[in-house]
């Protein structure tokens, strides 16, 4: 299951972009379908109105996440899922210090209900700060479960063994590997990480990276030689392609599922490379999506994406169901009525 955000239509962040952006959802959307995928999105108001003349209506869920970067703030899926406190410093930085509170402690609280209202009760909720972008894992089984983390979650909670302890104990993993931040500004390894299978890892070395430090080609090196040392038995697929501004040039950033792989396409000479890299490595359907929209805002398909576990994504489809179900027999009764 793929589960996406729409934006807040009362948003000014997304005053300029807003119709892009959800134009990308549709897109994203309509190619899941096609490929037999799982794909909601969270929508109300305006942007439910529009998007219900563009998709099923099965695929609207009408809830008011708001914030599109639905990976940070959603529950964090690792052999166990836990909701982190997701602290945005970077917004805050960024001189969005109003919007940050907003759609930290907020949004996460509001989706929090949501959960509730699917009789989800989130048994495992931590003190701990990581957004889900500064993670990473490898959907292995029982005894191979790897996670890696951003470098960033020990500025955000502290250098200390114990909390790097907690981190793996709360999402049940085996082993848990600490990377360093690869160059952008929030800290995220998304961007430049992703697996595509338990044990086959996708680097994008990003030299020379729009904004980022000069020596960030020697970076994702360093850090593609530290997991060969700590994950000797997961491969690597290195992709070099440089980054234009914001996300524009991140293919790192995909949805990997059991079928397929959304790939970013940003309208640039390196997305027919970046396809055939992947088509080349793995088994799956490469499938290509425009993300331009939300890459220029700094993020791509993955930062936009949730991917629930198991459990989870059968109790929202359960919700789902009882939904429509209701909504079918209020309009039965109201027609019965007249």
Not at 14 to 20: D, E, F, G, K
Not at 61 to 82: E, H, K
Request: hydrophobic residues 40%; neutral net charge; contains cysteine.
């Amino acid at each position: 299951m793929i589960v996406l955000a729409a934006p807040d239509p009362a948003d000014s962040y997304y005053r300029h972009c807003r119709q892009a952006i959800l134009d990308t959802i549709i897109a994203l959307i309509r190619a899941a379908l096609a490929h037999d995928e799982e794909i909601y999105v969270f929508a109300h108001g305006a942007a439910a109105g529009y998007l219900r003349k563009e998709i099923p209506e099965g695929c609207i869920i009408p809830f008011p996440a708001g914030d599109i970067w639905l990976r940070d703030y959603a529950p964090i899926v690792g052999g166990r899922t836990c909701e982190f406190r997701y602290r945005p410093w970077y917004a805050a930085e960024d001189g969005r210090t109003s919007r940050a509170v907003r759609y930290g402690a907020v949004t996460q609280v509001g989706l929090r209900n949501f959960f509730k209202s699917c009789g989800i009760e989130s048994a495992h909720r931590s003190d701990l700060v990581l957004d889900g972008g500064s993670f990473l894992y490898n959907r292995g089984g029982r005894g191979s479960r790897i996670g890696l983390l951003s470098h960033r979650f020990c500025k955000d909670n502290g250098r200390g063994r114990t909390n790097l302890d907690l981190v793996k104990e709360q999402l049940d993993l085996d082993r848990l590997v600490v990377i360093a931040e690869p160059g952008d500004v929030t800290g995220h390894i998304d961007g430049c990480f992703q697996f595509l299978d338990t044990d086959h890892l996708f680097i994008q070395d990003v030299c020379p990276q729009g904004m980022a430090p000069a020596d960030s080609r020697s970076r994702i090196v360093r850090i593609s030689e530290h997991l060969k040392e700590a994950l000797p038995e997961v491969r690597q697929t290195v992709f070099t392609s440089p980054v234009v501004t914001g996300a524009v040039g991140l293919y790192a950033n995909c949805i990997v599922t059991e079928k397929t792989v959304f790939l970013p396409n940003y309208g640039l000479g390196s997305d027919e490379r970046a396809w055939a890299t992947l088509r080349d490595v793995t088994d799956r359907a490469i499938v290509s999506v425009d993300a331009i929209a939300p890459a220029i805002l700094g993020g791509s398909l993955h930062c936009l994406s949730w991917q629930p576990d198991g459990l989870t994504a059968s109790r929202i489809r359960s919700s789902l169901a009882l939904m429509k179900h209701q909504i079918r027999s209020e309009k039965t009764q109201k027609g019965a009525d007249h």
